[in-house]
């Protein structure tokens, strides 16, 4: 059987209260798996990590991103590449190169750019069961600037959100500016 991967937005009309409406949002991951990036279903969060294939400070963070996916299991993780130009070879190829281990997907229309308000690579936006923002900025304070980088991060505040959520606790910071390559 053949799996058609493209995007399905089905949006129209009202859902009931406290139903996420954007939940059926599909998106096909690298391997044609459909993916519904903002329904986690039985885990607490979605967390968006945007992407740009050729932001050096993007591919900087492709370890802490995949570290970060593999201590919060409870969380849904995405990458989402935001080159319009990227085709599914090269997106393949750079997911290899850098060992990317969350489900990498493609949105070429920035679908998700915009319903998450993206607008800067790397941005992690984290996605509540009702479709709601709970976070979204920085994964932490390693870079000040574009090309300024610190020895080492001293503050996490992806983290520090995820650690929040998992305990049924608010996240302090709901909004900080993340440093990268700007989504045209």
Not at 61 to 86: C, H, K, W
């Amino acid at each position: 059987m053949r799996v058609f991967c493209a995007i399905f937005l089905f949006a129209a009309g009202l859902c009931a209260a406290g139903q996420n409406r954007f939940a059926d949002l599909v998106f096909c991951d690298l391997d044609r798996v459909a993916r519904h990036p903002l329904d986690p279903k039985e885990k607490l969060a979605s967390v968006l990590l945007f992407y740009w294939h050729d932001c050096p400070i993007c591919n900087s963070y492709a370890p802490e991103m995949n570290r970060i996916a593999g201590a919060y299991t409870n969380f849904a993780f995405y990458i989402v590449q935001v080159d319009s130009d990227l085709t599914l070879a090269a997106a393949r190829e750079h997911a290899k190169e850098y060992d990317l281990k969350a489900p990498v997907l493609i949105d070429p229309h920035h679908n998700l750019v915009k319903l998450a308000r993206a607008t800067v690579t790397p941005q992690a936006v984290i996605i509540g069961k009702k479709g709601e923002v709970i976070y979204s900025g920085r994964i932490d304070d390693l870079y000040t600037a574009p090309g300024k980088r610190r020895a080492a991060a001293t503050q996490h505040d992806l983290r520090e959100a995820l650690e929040a959520i998992t305990g049924g606790k608010r996240v302090k910071k709901r909004a900080t500016t993340a440093i990268g390559c700007s989504i045209p």
